[in-house]
């Protein structure tokens, strides 16, 4: 909601003020469809030039976190505390009986609870090949730990991509418009036999291309990578808050105290009440009983 208040402020402000001023459309209107050719298409044949095919559709799906923000909610964070509730609860009362959890979670009754986080493959994969190592007696908190903690760097440095390469076209779009002016600038030395009035007109649709360079860069293209990578990085403490959890097992700390480590590390706008994750948890207790 807030990108599209965003683009409407934009482009009423910078065009509202620059008629306002006594600006004419007409030049503008006529030369964007070439200046954009050239510029848009450009910019975007340097980003398949500069990415490959992974990125671009990451990329692509990226750009809608712009308008529709963070993938996981309040909601979410709760459940999935409740989620890892129940697995440490069950992996300290048989040890046995977690396997079928974490070998088959698309089948097991405690995760077919929590929808939204089973269609997470990093989530289940994470929760899966922790609770698994552990069963294997790699259990070393420290080494469980780094062991996360380098994982969640590699996915949260690949997520990341897609923002580097939004921001690199940013980057290269003012430079994109100097091309675009230039020509335009040549265009005009084919005419310079012509009366100023024409010759203004070529000068300042050449122009134009500077202008539109500027104004992407820095009012559409530059936000949208800031925006992503802000969205990545949120969406990437709900990963953390598995590891925070997971660790404080390790730790033998009491399930509540476990549950209650990953609640403090939840972020604070996220965060679920103590007495909210309580009234959660005996939901949770009572539908697995």
């Known amino acids: 909601m807030f990108g599209i208040i965003g683009i409407a402020v934009i482009f009423a402000m910078v065009f509202g003020g620059y008629i306002l001023a006594g600006g004419k459309m007409g030049i503008i209107l006529k030369s964007l469809p070439f200046e954009m050719m050239m510029i848009g298409g450009a910019a975007v044949g340097a980003f398949l030039i500069g990415n490959d095919l992974s990125t671009v559709k990451q990329t692509g799906r990226d750009v809608v976190k712009v308008f529709k923000g963070p993938r996981w909610k309040h909601a979410d964070y709760r459940d999935l505390l409740c989620l890892l509730f129940e697995l440490v609860r069950v992996a300290r009362q048989s040890p046995v009986s977690i396997e079928a959890h974490i070998e088959d979670p698309e089948n097991s009754d405690i995760f077919s609870r929590y929808p939204r986080i089973l269609r997470d493959r990093e989530a289940v994969e994470l929760i899966c090949d922790t609770m698994r190592s552990i069963s294997m007696n790699y ?60 010759l203004g007109k070529l000068i300042g649709g050449a122009l134009v291309g500077t202008f539109l360079g500027v104004f992407l860069a820095y009012g559409l293209v530059g936000p949208f990578a800031a925006k992503v990578k802000a969205v990545v990085e949120e969406e990437a403490h709900f990963y953390q808050l598995i590891r925070e959890v997971l660790v404080a097992n390790l730790h033998n700390h009491p399930t509540n105290i476990c549950i209650e480590v990953g609640r403090q590390n939840t972020p604070a706008h996220h965060r679920p009440t103590f007495s909210e994750l309580e009234e959660a948890l005996k939901s949770a207790k009572q539908e697995a009983a």
């Open 139 to 198: 259990d070393d908190p420290h080494q469980v730990e780094e062991m996360l903690e380098k994982r969640m760097e590699a996915n949260l440095h690949h997520a990341l991509h897609s923002s580097h390469a939004l921001q690199t076209v940013a980057d290269g779009l003012p430079a994109l418009g100097i091309v675009a002016a230039v020509l335009g600038v040549i265009k005009t030395m084919g005419s310079i036999d012509q009366p100023p009035e024409v």
